[in-house]
């Protein structure tokens, strides 16, 4: 048997990812507007977009703190954030099923995700995918490690030096196999199911191009940073 123990130096890496996730959260008065604002397609996706603009500042904000990312090179640390925010956002919308939010926002959140003009095509595989999330009940650092091996991930375009973006990423990967080793001794594949997922993101960020598409073709208006970051209009 394996014995698996986390380091000094992983203990003190493991709470600069977690702080900085924790800390870096969508401000409440975005999120209260969610059971606020009526219900019409339009003000639905208004909304979403107010949440992803917002939810972009964040991902910024909790990027900046991952320990080596800003000794990047900075072409190179725009590169993995313009390739990861669909798939960080996901993971993070995802998580906002996984613990209820208060008083029934999630309900509220799920009913304007589905009625915001998205095509029944990207709903399905969306939810089915926050599904595959709840399942897994992953614990704040889980979330956060699997965030940042996803922002880390070296084969983005554009990316030029991918063994610098490559280390960082192993360091965050063998932390995360390790915390997968010791939270979940009964399930030895855990750490593989987690890495699974980030398939999946992937697939979902090809069907998120899509749907940008056709909100655009709908003449939908999205924010400077979306556009600035998804590269739209
Ligand atoms: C829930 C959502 C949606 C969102 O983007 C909404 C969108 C998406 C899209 C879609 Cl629908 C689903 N997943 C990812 C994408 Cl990126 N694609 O285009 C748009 C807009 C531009 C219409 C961005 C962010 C959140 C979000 C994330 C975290 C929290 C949170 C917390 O952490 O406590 C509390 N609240 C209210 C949150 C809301």
Known sequence: KEKV????EQRTLMKVIVDAYSTHQIPQDVAKKLLQEQY???ENFLLLTEMATSQ???LVEFTKNIPGFLSLDREDQI????????????LRSAQVFSRKMPSGQTEVLEERIRKSGISEEFIIPMFNFYKSIVSLHMVQEEQALLTTITILTPDRPYVKDQQAVERIQETMLE???KLCVLQ?????QYFARLLGRLTELRTLSHYHAEMLTSWRTNDHKFTPLLCEIWDVQ
């Open 175 to 177: 932390l995360l196999r």
């Open 56 to 58: 972009v500042q964040v």
């Open 184 to 188: 979940r001794p009964q399930e030895p």
């Open 5 to 8: 123990e986390i380091t000094k």
């Open 79 to 90: 590169a993995l954030l313009k390739g990861s925010a669909v798939e960080a956002m996901f």
């Open 40 to 42: 019409s397609a339009d």
